[in-house]
């Protein structure tokens, strides 16, 4: 198995009509409208988790003294703006590719 490294705050964006993907996510998926937010949080938490196995089995590919955390970050907008909220975790996921 090949490990890549990401360089640090990489940003990748996801671009698409982000209202009618929500709209999608949340009256289609799910019952309960904020059952979305608990997912996006649990899949930070295993992104976390997925990281941490990897410092723990292969000290070659990660600094083991890299901070592990889940940010929420809710930014005040205007009235007319639309409404956030940015939730970044220092752990293992989606790659670019």
Avoid: C, W
């Amino acid at each position: 198995m090949t490990t890549t490294k990401t360089p640090p705050n990489t940003d990748f964006r996801f671009k698409a009509e982000v209202k009618q993907l929500l709209q999608i996510l949340v009256h289609s998926l799910y019952k309960e409208p904020d059952i979305f937010l608990r997912e996006l949080i649990s899949n930070a938490s295993d992104a976390l988790t997925r990281i941490q196995f990897e410092m723990l089995t292969n000290r070659d590919v990660l600094d083991s003294d890299a901070e592990l955390a889940i940010h929420i970050e809710i930014p005040e907008v205007g009235e007319d703006e639309p409404k956030k909220i940015i939730i970044k975790d220092s752990g293992i996921g989606m790659t670019k590719d």
